[in-house]
């Protein structure tokens, strides 16, 4: 044990993560403080405020992350990856029954004052598992067993969260197909996504036989793209003509359902939410108050701000959810775009050094969790700040380690700090 | 750097960053949008109503001054159970009452919302103390100050004017205005609006986003304090003022007076009038004021127009005189009228004949001034009639007649006095002689003036050729009046002349009864007042009795016009009241003899 202690911390230790997980939690906190603060300013620390008990959270979670950098073994997540997934799942489906419904959702286990979300540890059980599974050595991702196995993996907990009403969580696991692409995923599937995404947002503004034409010139461009390129390989230009066909008929398909999903699939609040973001439908005191507000807020912070607790959209109320999804209005108002450049800054530092610390690592294990790792981080920073900045639609998830809420700061660091001790425990071999 | 799986997710992340901090970029620096939304949404700017200014009189009577009187406002949606008989008692209303507007508000809930509402207005000082006491009992109920004019002395209301809340017309033409703002409708408070209304101030609150108030922002820094406004000092007199109204009380038309040696108003009434108890509370009275027949709110003294009747002799005369088409020796014979063409005579009243200059001004003979006028317009200096008729109404319009004379008082209008081309439209060019328009020798036909212009006359009389544009403002502090005002304005005709002229005006007043005055009953024994009756044909009813005077006859310090509608002769009415007026300004009060005059024209009521 003491050598672990002594030897290389410096080295073995990638602290420009742990600097970057130290300040954005300090910034949380602060902006929790602000945001909630009214009437008479109480401390910072004052433990019966929600920035008091972020703190003590924060406490609880360096406690965890000391235990996870030097006492659990780092082995032991590549071992116990599939019986803590199973288990969380089964939190997942048993809390569906077991739950009261807070918020329309039945995703939160209470025990007394403490509640937590199976959704936020599923995420660290998912990835454990993914990474386990396909760094074995005989994995290959072309493989239809071992992908149809990879892609249970990560389907399972997703559907079960969809049928838990959290959709916004859901939509996070889209995330690890950027770790799965990394991987050797094909790249058609990304593509294929994001063209239904953009196709779906068409449809619904501009109707689908707009969308159909549009549809049509991607298809011919890529068609004659492919066929140029496989001039020489009779082979492959069949099967180029057959793509082509099939991703037309599919595609148009799609967009004549897009009507029908949406008016039928979705729910009320979420078709809202949806023609709010689009421009469809003005509903600032509806559906759009939370946008409306959120982007007065953060609109009206300017260069450098109001200051700290000069804030008048947020620490009045007219945000809601202020202190924890709509966290960032508070950074947006207080301290301005300065500020928001920061934080932004602050994000994408991590995930870019987590991407470049998994790249680097000689063990597949590390490398697919840091990819899962990261890819989580980037889905909640994106829709969480194109939510409050009017880009996503209003998606109820935090911003990792800053918004309020002890088992969502507990989960984050729990996750990252798992990949710095696997990062630190390979460097200290090699 | 190749471009391999990892890169090409660095490059997703990179891109994806540039997308959030390029639309941060907008909202927050280059929109405007949402920095104003956030103030709209945060601060509730609380105006702060300056007093408005106080209006004195001459001697620093105050005529309309401010008093608090309270309201007791509700917001319903705060209200909770409470003791009906007691609210009741406390505000001196009914408990019906009570009952009747809970149940209102009760209707009207979604509508009203977290407003509030006005409950009772004008509650006393005192009723007001005795209900923040119990304050505590009745949530949702509360009193608002508020400041309302108030009429110490009930003089000149339709002078004064009233204030009331600007409606959508004031606000499209004064954008500066909000609504429930006061603004000036009418008389001085109209005139003056610019210098009595003061600058608002605010004070910014912010408020969270159930529309409590929280907090004064950033302790007040950018408060602004409401600046009150400027007092205005008026030249009326009014002891004057009162005492004028109370002799028109009861009949149609004005009485004005004018200080000679400046032109200021002393007194300016019109009747009927509106009593300062209306005005104060206009919004009660006002469907009943514009039913009225007889127009109360109308302001005779500057918006009717009359002809003026005889007391024009004398302007006619003065441009005889400078014309040189008349000497005050000229003698004119009088048939009891004057023939102006075969068998139609334009009569007059029988006195002696023939007579001079100042005994027809006296006697107020109509065929002298028929030969005046006559000389005036067939005089061989001029072409023809026209020109010799536009003469004529150049000298008439430097006497301030037909067109505003530019007093500081609002809708004044001008009277008419017409061109030449106005008769040859009627009558066809060259195709009208003087027998056409015979009746303006005596101030009848087509002109029209208005009593102030009137009143004017008899200060150009009593300066013996000038007057000063009558006016209503001194200046005060703060206040300076139009340059204007200080400035001799000449008629066109000398001042020499004027004696002739005065002389007649004296002896109408003290000539006695031999001598064929007409005025006698103006006499007063001491005041050596100067004046000229005039008896206005009114197409609606009896003749108009018009009177003006000045006095004392040198250095004159009062000139005094009087114009009653359908009250028959100049002498009987007009005369008097005008009369009284003069020495009650000049001796301050009405000497034992006049008593009996003093009250036949007090009880006398010629309108209902």
Known sequence: ?430 | MKIDRKNKLLIGLGLTVVILVVRLLFIQIFDDKYKRSAENNSMVFNDVFPPRGIIYDRYGNVLVGNKICYDVMVRPRDVREFDTLALAGLLGVSEDFIRERMTYYRTYRTSIGFQERTFVKRVSADVCARFSEQEYKYPGFRMQMRSVREYPFNAGGNLLGYISEVNADDISRHPEYKSGDYIGKTGLEAAREEELRGQKGYHIFLRDSRNRVQDSYMEGKYDVDAVPGHNIVTTIDAPLQQYGQKLMEGKKGSLIAIEPSTGEILTMVSSPGIDVDVLADIGTYYAEISKDENKPMFNRTVMASYPPGSVFKLVNGLVGLQEEVLQPGYMYPCFEGFYYSKGHKLGCHSHPSPLALKDAIASSCNSYFCYVFRNILENEKYGNIQEAFDVWRDYVLSFGFGHKLGSDFPSELGGNIPESGYYDRIYGKGSWRFPTIVSLSIGQGEIGVTPLQIANLAAIMANRGYYYIPHLVKDSEGVTIDEKYHQKQYTKVDTCHFATAVEGMYMAVNGGGSAGSTALRAAVPGLDICGKTGTAQNPHGKDNSVFICFAPKDNPRIAVAAYIENAGFGATWACPIASLLVEKYLTGSIREVRKPVEDRIMETRLIQ
């Open chain 1, 1 to 430: 044990m003491k050598n672990q202690f002594d030897r290389g911390l410096k080295q073995t230790v990638d602290w420009k993560l742990v600097v970057c997980y130290l300040l954005l939690v300090l910034i949380g906190c602060i902006n929790i403080y602000a945001s909630v603060q009214s009437g008479e300013p109480a401390s910072i620390f004052d433990l019966t405020s929600r920035s008091g008990k972020q703190f003590l959270w924060f406490g609880f979670s360096l406690v965890a992350a000391v235990l996870i950098l030097f006492v659990i073994s780092p082995r032991l997540w590549e071992v116990f990856s599939s019986p803590a997934y199973f288990v969380v799942l089964i939190l997942l489906v048993a809390v569906i029954f077991l739950s009261k419904e807070t918020k329309g959702s039945h995703s939160w286990f209470e025990f007394g004052p403490v509640k937590f979300q199976p959704a936020e540890i599923s995420k660290i059980t998912t990835s454990l598992m993914l990474a386990a599974y396909m760094s074995h050595p005989n994995f290959k991702i072309t493989n239809q067993r071992n992908f149809f196995v990879m892609s249970l993996i990560v389907g399972i907990p997703m559907l079960v969260i969809v049928a838990e009403s959290e959709t916004g969580s859901a939509l996070v696991y889209l995330g690890f197909l950027f770790a799965l692409y990394r991987e050797g995923l094909t790249g058609w599937l990304l593509f294929i996504i994001g063209m239904a995404i953009f196709l779906f947002v068409l449809t619904l503004i501009t109707g689908p036989w707009i969308s159909v034409a549009v549809l049509s010139g991607i298809v011919i461009s890529l068609l004659i793209f492919y066929l140029r390129k496989y001039r020489r390989v009779r082979r492959f230009k069949r099967d180029v003509w057959r793509n082509a066909v099939i991703g037309l008929m599919v595609g148009t398909a799609f967009v004549f359902c897009t009507q029908f999903a949406f008016n039928n699939v979705l729910k009320d609040y979420q078709r809202a939410r949806i023609e709010v973001l689009l421009g469809l439908r003005e509903d600032p005191s509806g559906a759009g108050y939370n946008v409306h507000q959120s982007l007065i807020a953060i609109g009206s912070g300017g260069l450098t701000g109001k200051g700290f607790l000069q804030g008048t959209q947020t620490a009045y109320g007219f945000v809601p959810e202020q202190s924890t999804d709509f966290i960032f209005c508070t950074i947006g108002e207080e301290w301005g775009f300065v500020g928001c450049l920061a934080v932004i800054l602050i994000y994408a530092l991590l995930i870019l050094w987590i991407i470049q610390d998994a790249d680097q690592s000689r063990e597949a294990f590390t490398r697919i969790y840091g990819y899962c790792l990261a890819s989580c981080l980037f889905m909640h920073l994106f829709i969480n700040i194109g939510m409050t900045i009017g880009l996503m639609p209003v998606i109820g998830i935090p911003l990792p380690f800053m918004s309020y809420g002890g088992s969502s700061l507990l989960a984050f660091t729990t996750m990252l700090f798992i990949f710095i001790a696997l990062n630190r425990q390979e460097k200290k071999y090699f």
